[in-house]
C-alpha cells in the first residue's frame, strides 16, 4: 500500500506563505493549492490538506492530518492530545494585556477582580490561575479591541505585533503572556503506523536542514597567510573551515558556515584580523 503522509496547514492567512514557503524548501513540489483544499506533492508521499487554523489541532489530535503547522497559540488554546515537535521559527506573535491608555497596569495583581475580553480564554485563565489572580473572562471571537471602549470588559488580552490597532482603539500595551510562533504538531497516533513514520521522519529531517539552513550564511574572505590561525579562531565553523590557495602565495581563501545571529559580530572581528574580500551568501539546505 502506498500510504500518504497528510499534513495540515492554513488556507488562507498569516501563515499560510510561510507553511507552504518551508515545503517548498524542503524540496517539495505543491501546485496549484489555491483552488483546492487537498493537493498531493508531485515529489513526495504527501497530502497537504488547507484548513482554517483553528481546526488543525483537531484534526491532527483524531490523525485525520498526521502533522500539521499551526501557531502556538492556537495549539495551546484548543488544549488537545498533540505533540509540539518543533518550532518554525516565523508567524512570532505575543498575546498581551492591552489596557485603555489613561488606565495603568504595573504587575499582574492590578488586574484583579476586573473583567477581561479575550479570543484565547484558556490560555488567559491559565494564566491568571498560575499568579493566583481572579478575574471575570469573557471570550469574544472577533474585534475584541472594542470592548473596553463599549463597556464590556476593562481590558482585553489579544495577539499584537506592531500595536497600530491597539492605538486605533485608544489602546495600549501593559505585559505579554505568552510568545508565539507557529510549531509543528504531531498525531500522537502517527507512531502506530511505520509506513507513515518513515515519511514523517523524512520529512521532518528535511525541515530541520532547512530551518538550520535558514540560520547560516556561508562565508568566504581573502586571508593572509601570517593570519589564519587568528582568523580560524573567530569563525564558529559547521566543523572545520575550507582553505585554499591563491595565486597570491600570500594570500589564502577561507570559506565557512556562520549563523546568521553573529554574522555582523563576525564579520567586524575578521575584518579587524585581516580579512579583506568577504562575501556571504545565503545556503538552500544544510545536511549534516
Ligand atoms: P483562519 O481563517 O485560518 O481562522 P485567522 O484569521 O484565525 O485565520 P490569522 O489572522 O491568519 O488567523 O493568524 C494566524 C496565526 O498567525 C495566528 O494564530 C498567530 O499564530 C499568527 N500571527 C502572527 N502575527 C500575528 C498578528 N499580528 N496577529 C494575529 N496573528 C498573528
Ligand atoms: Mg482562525
Not at 71 to 97: A, M, P, Q, Y
Request: glycine residues 4%; neutral net charge.
Amino acid at each position: 500500500m502506498n500510504k500518504k503522509l497528510k499534513l495540515a496547514v492554513q488556507k488562507k492567512g498569516r501563515l499560510s506563505e510561510k507553511s507552504i514557503g518551508l515545503l517548498r524548501n524542503c524540496g517539495l513540489e505543491i501546485e496549484n493549492f489555491q483552488e483546492r483544499l487537498i493537493v498531493s506533492a508531485s515529489n513526495f508521499n504527501l497530502e497537504v490538506l488547507f484548513l482554517r487554523d483553528d481546526d488543525i489541532p483537531e484534526y491532527v489530535q483524531e490523525n485525520v492530518a498526521h502533522i500539521g503547522i499551526v501557531g502556538e497559540n492556537v495549539v495551546l488554546e484548543k488544549n488537545l492530545d498533540v505533540e509540539i515537535v518543533k518550532k518554525l521559527g516565523f508567524g512570532r506573535c505575543t498575546l498581551s494585556l492591552a489596557i485603555p491608555e489613561k488606565n495603568k497596569v504595573t504587575n499582574i495583581q492590578d488586574i484583579q477582580n476586573k473583567t477581561i475580553a479575550t479570543s484565547y480564554p484558556n490560555i488567559v485563565r491559565n494564566y491568571l490561575n498560575e499568579n493566583g489572580v481572579e478575574a471575570k473572562v469573557i471570550e469574544l471571537n472577533g474585534s475584541v479591541e472594542i470592548a473596553p471602549s463599549l463597556g464590556v470588559a476593562d481590558y482585553i488580552c489579544d495577539l499584537v505585533s506592531t500595536g497600530n490597532t491597539l492605538k486605533q482603539n485608544k489602546l495600549k500595551k501593559s505585559f505579554n503572556i505568552l510568545n508565539s510562533q507557529a510549531v509543528l504538531i504531531k498525531s500522537k497516533k502517527l507512531d502506530n503506523y511505520d509506513e507513515l513514520k518513515i515519511l514523517y521522519r523524512k520529512l521532518l529531517d528535511r525541515i530541520e536542514s532547512s530551518l538550520k539552513a535558514q540560520k547560516s550564511k556561508y562565508i568566504m574572505m581573502n586571508v593572509p597567510k601570517d593570519s589564519l590561525k587568528e582568523i580560524i579562531k573567530i569563525i564558529p565553523s559547521l566543523k572545520s573551515p575550507t582553505i585554499l590557495p591563491l595565486a597570491d602565495e600570500n594570500l589564502l581563501a577561507v570559506h565557512a558556515v556562520i549563523f546568521e545571529d553573529k554574522f555582523w559580530e563576525i564579520n567586524e572581528e575578521l575584518k579587524q584580523a585581516g580579512a579583506s574580500g568577504i562575501l556571504s551568501i545565503p545556503i538552500e539546505n544544510i545536511i549534516l
